[in-house]
Nanobody, 123 residues
Framework: QVQLVESGGGLVQAGGSLRLSCAASGRIFARYATSWFRQAPGQEREFVAGINWNGYSTYYADSVKGRFTISRDNARNMVYLQMDSLKPEDTAVYYC????????????????WGQGTQVTVSS
């Protein structure tokens, strides 16, 4: 069993930055690919970024490429999402999830989800 807890959300002006953290329980987490998703009010949840178990491979939604960076620290059981040049359309609840049920299917189903952290970007 893995528990995921997100933190770092908040209110920021457009153009600003935030760093989200995902803290995981369980040593097995270090073997899991992990992703960030987000869900805006009235919209479906969407994939944002993913990272493989050792951090050597990362994947991004087109909407965040060049602005967001996903990273991980397996010694601390942490995954991060650095968000720069934030836009109002980035406003959403951000979720951490691991691992994808189908290897390599970043936008598919995941076994474990956190409760989410709110990010609000004002114009």
């Amino acid at each position: 069993q893995v528990q995921l807890v997100e933190s770092g959300g908040g209110l920021v002006q457009a153009g600003g930055s935030l760093r989200l953290s995902c803290a995981a329980s369980g040593r097995i987490f270090a073997r899991y690919a992990t992703s960030w998703f987000r869900q805006a009010p009235g919209q479906e949840r969407e994939f944002v970024a993913g990272i493989n178990w050792n951090g050597y491979s990362t994947y991004y939604a087109d909407s965040v490429k060049g602005r967001f960076t996903i990273s991980r620290d397996n010694a601390r059981n942490m995954v991060y999402l650095q968000m720069d040049s934030l836009k109002p359309e980035d406003t959403a609840v951000y979720y951490c999830a691991a691992p994808p049920r189908v290897n390599g299917d970043w936008e598919g189903e995941y076994d474990y989800w956190g409760q989410g952290t709110q990010v609000t970007v004002s114009s």
